[in-house]
């Protein structure tokens, strides 16, 4: 242990930590902006600075400064508080100051700290570059003028996600985070997953917002507006509009949409479980039949992308099931379209996910099997966060409603799609019983929960032992797929999610700013799987119906033409 | 001209670079053949007794960083020699690896044997590739020759940054990566290239220390001052009579350079200021000229010895221009990492250009106070705090020159 003493208060802290961490011992707060709880230390911002006693020239960084024994900090002196002071107006003289107008307004750590060091009379002239957003993917926004060239989202897309879509060109103060080789994001290999968005401390880069578009449709009389709602969504919901986490029912999410202006609310979850059905099967049969193996799931689009960009030889490995969102796009307008008796050219088809890439999944042009465009509009938990707040809800008081008939029930196997390892869990619910023919004795397949990157897990199925994994991140997913070509997988279903902890950490979630904030998401769903008097998917009773009535049985010749897709390689000439 | 002290530049004019036999002559490879009949540990402690201080500008005790690299136990370490002399006015490091390649290859095996290392690269400047064939030359004939008995050198050119010349940014440039300061803790000796114990040293270091190996540290710590010892080149430029290199002791002053190495200023006009060490480095006024050119004594008085670049200014030159011009090189060369200096030199020469254009006020040289003592102490490498110098000293000591030009 060393000890040492910070505004001299003694503290005690292991070898090898830092002025921030042993400051945090001691509930003395060091204001930071590049550094983040879950990356390497950069100590570029400089913000974080601390005098050092016996250490008269320079103002080492907290968040990389080594404590020693004997150590005398001090973090609020007037040359501390003078260095931070001038830091922050040079990083704000070069940021657009359009905070009115920001997506990150009231919710930006530059913005904070400018208030705590009471930045009134900038001395520094504004003077930002002056370049153009990139509005070039369906998905993300950037705006080069707000960035503060932290190099969170560079860490975050090189080392968490593995792709290397960003990086810094040019020097000093043309110094700029930039896609690869200078381009714009579509022409990157981003698989616009968005964890840059929490990695963002500012509004750098966000989610393209598309709520516009939602209430044109709402306010136009001819469009019947459905909306179905993903697993991880309710649960973060409430954290957006400044609840406790999970704490507002799906009852009253679904009140709160109506009185916003939507005709349905449906729900993801259903066409999650009905995933598992045609998923499971598809496994099953690829076992029995033969078919490229370890299987891949196919949920995630940020997964897809990357898939599709990386490794495009191991496509055939994907499971060729539409995600959960774009089989409920095409079942809206054809199963429930002639269920509910609506001309299907009115519905007007809106999904609420976690996630920024399921914008581009939804504009894919091979997603309308339905005759017309699957999904029309797709919208981020921050989004509804967003049109919750302009609509002045007061969810306290609100009575809840239920959710509207047929593809709006589910079971407890689809609320865990929104956890990683949750998609895997709700398979071998399925798979087991059906192939066994026997209940399970344990539903909760606990080895392919929490947070570890990589998780595995084996099971019997009347002699015959399926190998499973679950990865997280696309960083470990890349080690999975490594290991599938080099032919020494020894799995044969694999599950991946683009974003680290599933789709509770999508990029379209309320900003995370740590991994402890996803392992919190996690633990509600598991507890709202439990609450669930259904868990298995195979036992909802919409999905047993929408068998009987329209799609015959899985894998069948409907499914096959309306849930079902190809995918394919993209060509990234740089790679 | 005054009589100089060549150490490190022994050999220059008398030898063909180009022929290793003319530097083994000389007495050349003795002192490594030496070092390695020595034990390692005591090795160090003679480069330890001499008190040789690295000549790149951080003055940093040399024998003391081979010791925390010799201590650190690692399966590969590494010695690389800091050739990426992009100091303006500086041209030593050139000299010596035009007329005396060998030296330095010297210096690097010997401090390789002392810390356990059996590769070398020298990380040359882009702008030097006649001394990039002198270099490779030297190494091939010292490898056909075999003075090397377990160390092997390579060459490596940056591509011009000016930041590359700090450490840790050559260590990332000479890795492949972007060159950009690492902080630190940990030091190279402890994790550097590869995140191998690493030695970074300057040419003029390595080729100071075949000579100490050979007549001891001792006899080293006597020349010059006890705190700096030894001798220094320095390249002197501006207005001045004689703008050449020479070599002097440590204790000698900064008008003992100026008048009687440099022969004074031309033209019978009256000096105005000296700027040492290099771009970064403060601005000196008349009454300061008695300092030593040792690293502290410069120190003492706000300005440093550096690189040994020695920048004189006449009467007739506008201080406030130079400045300014000084400023706008910092601009480019920062590496953009951190956010103070990033932001910071392009304010410093906004500034720098409103006042120089008649167009600023006593505030713009308030704030040019106030940016520069915040990026000296909080800005992540040496560039970055080291650049607001020149502005800050010139503010100090040249007032009445911002003055006339204040609105």
């Known amino acids: ?575 | 001209m005054a009589e100089e002290m060549r150490i490190v530049l022994r050999n220059y004019g008398k030898i063909n670079p180009l022929k290793i036999d003319d530097y083994i002559a000389q007495g050349g490879y003795k002192p490594y053949d030496k070092a390695c009949n020595m034990d390692a540990f005591e090795l160090i402690q003679e480069v330890k007794s001499a008190n040789l201080r690295g000549r790149g500008g951080a003055g940093f005790n040399c024998g003391q960083k081979w010791q925390f690299a010799h201590q650190a136990q690692a399966d590969q370490k590494y010695v690389v020699c800091n050739a990426d002399e992009g100091e303006p006015g500086t041209y030593k490091d050139r000299m010596i690896m035009e007329n005396d390649p060998h030296a330095l290859l010297e210096g690097m095996a010997i401090c390789g044997y002392a810390i356990g290392a059996t590769k070398g690269y020298i990380y040359c400047r882009g702008e030097y590739p006649q001394v990039v064939t002198i270099l490779n030359t030297a190494i091939d004939q010292a490898q056909e020759k075999g003075v090397f008995k377990n160390f092997d050198v390579e060459v490596r050119t940056g591509a011009g940054a000016y930041v590359c010349g700090e450490e840790t940014a050559l260590i990332e440039s000479l890795e492949g990566n972007r060159g950009e300061p690492r902080y630190k803790p940990p030091y190279p000796p402890s994790e550097g290239l590869w995140g191998k114990p690493t030695i970074v040293n300057n040419v003029e270091t390595f080729a100071n220390i075949p000579i100490i190996v050979e007549k001891g540290g001792d006899w080293y710590a006597s020349i010059g001052t006890p705190a700096y010892p030894g001798t220094k080149i320095l390249t002197l430029t501006g207005d001045i009579n004689n703008r050449t290199f020479f070599e002097v002791p440590t204790n000698t002053t900064l008008r003992e350079v100026i008048y009687k190495y440099g022969g004074g200023i031309p033209g019978g006009k009256k000096f105005k200021a000296v700027q040492t060490g290099g771009t970064s480095g403060a601005f000196i006024p008349e009454n300061l000229l008695d300092t030593p050119i040792a690293f502290d004594s410069m120190s003492e008085i706000g300005a440093v010895l550096g690189s040994g670049a020695v920048f004189v200014l006449d009467e007739t030159r506008d201080i406030v221009d130079v400045a300014c011009r000084i400023s706008k090189f910092f601009e480019h060369e920062s590496c953009g990492k951190c956010a103070p200096c990033r932001e910071g030199t392009m304010r410093i020469y906004d500034l720098m250009t409103k006042i120089n254009g008649g167009k600023g006020s006593k505030s713009d040289t308030a704030l040019l106070n106030k940016l520069g003592r915040v990026m000296s102490y909080s800005c992540f490498c040496g560039l970055g705090q080291a650049a607001p110098a020149p502005v800050l000293s010139t503010i100090k000591h040249f007032q009445a020159d911002y003055d006339a030009k204040l609105m």
């Open chain 1, 1 to 575: 242990m060393v000890n040492l003493t910070i505004d001299g208060i003694q503290v005690s802290v292991p070898q090898g930590s830092t002025i921030l961490q042993a400051a945090k011992e001691v509930g003395i707060n060091i204001p930071t902006l590049c550094y983040h709880p879950d990356q390497a230390v950069k100590a570029n911002c400089r913000v974080c600075v601390c005098e050092v006693e016996g250490n008269n020239w320079v103002l080492p960084a907290a968040c990389s400064q080594p404590v020693f024994d004997g150590m005398a900090v001090k973090t609020k002196t007037p040359k501390v508080i003078e260095a931070r002071k001038t830091i922050l107006e040079l990083i704000l003289s070069n940021h657009s100051q359009d905070c009115l107008n920001c997506i990150r307004n009231q919710n930006c750590e530059l913005q904070e700290l400018a208030e705590e060091y009471f930045i009134r009379d900038n001395p520094f002239e504004l003077k930002t570059k002056g370049i153009a957003k990139d509005f070039s993917t369906p998905s993300l926004v950037r705006d080069p003028d707000k960035c503060v060239l932290c190099r969170r989202c560079i860490d975050t897309c090189s080392n968490v996600q593995d792709v290397k879509a960003l990086g810094v060109e040019n020097r000093g103060h043309e110094s700029m985070v930039v896609p690869s080789m200078g381009k714009d994001l579509i022409d990157s290999p981003c698989v616009m997953c968005g964890q840059c968005v929490h990695a963002c401390p500012v509004g750098a880069i966000s989610e393209n917002e598309q709520i516009d578009e939602l209430l044109e449709a709402i306010a136009d009389p001819d469009k019947v507006v459905v909306t179905q709602i993903a697993p991880a969504v309710r649960l973060a919901i409430s954290e957006e509009i400044g609840m406790d986490i999970g704490s507002m029912s799906m009852e009253v999410f679904a009140s709160g949409l109506k009185q916003v202006g939507f005709d349905y609310v449906l729900h993801t979850n259903f066409t999650a479980d009905l995933t598992i059905l045609e998923e499971g099967n598809e496994l099953l049969a690829r076992l029995k039949e033969g078919g490229a193996l370890p299987m891949f799931t196919s949920c995630s689009p940020g997964w897809i992308n990357y898939c599709e960009t990386f490794y495009p030889d191991l496509l055939d490995n994907l499971s060729t099931c539409k995600s959960p969102q774009q089989m409920f796009g095409s079942l809206a307008k054809t199963y429930w379209a002639e269920k509910m008796n609506i001309s299907p050219d009115k519905i007007y088809s809106v999904s609420i996910m976690p996630c920024t890439a399921k914008k581009f999944e939804a504009s894919r042009p091979e997603m309308q099997d339905s005759g017309y465009r699957d999904v029309d509009v797709v919208l981020t938990t921050r989004e509804v966060g967003r049109l919750f707040r302009m609509s002045g809800i007061d969810f306290e008081k609100l009575q809840g409603t239920n959710l509207d008939s047929w593809m709006g029930a589910y079971t407890g196997a689809a609320v865990i799609f929104g956890a990683t390892g949750g998609v895997m869990e709700a398979a071998l619910r399925t798979v087991y019983e059906v192939v066994t023919e026997e209940d399970l004795p344990n539903l909760n397949f606990t080895m392919v929960r929490g947070m570890e990157g990589i998780k595995e897990a084996e099971v019997d199925l009347k002699g015959t032992k399926v190998k499973v994994a679950v990865a997280h991140g696309l960083g470990n997913a890349k080690k999975l797929m490594d290991q599938v070509k080099a032919g020494n997988s020894p799995y044969h279903f694999i599950e991946v999610m683009a974003c680290p902890g599933g789709c509770i950490g999508g990029g379209g979630q309320p900003i995370t700013k740590s991994n402890a904030k996803r392992q919190e998401r996690i633990d509600a769903i598991y507890v709202e799987d439990e609450n669930c008097a259904i868990r298995k998917s195979h036992e909802n009773p919409e999905v047993k119906t929408i068998y009987d009535e329209f799609l015959q049985e899985p894998l069948g010749h409907k499914s096959h033409d309306l849930l079902h897709t190809h995918y394919h390689a993209k060509n990234k000439k740089f790679l």
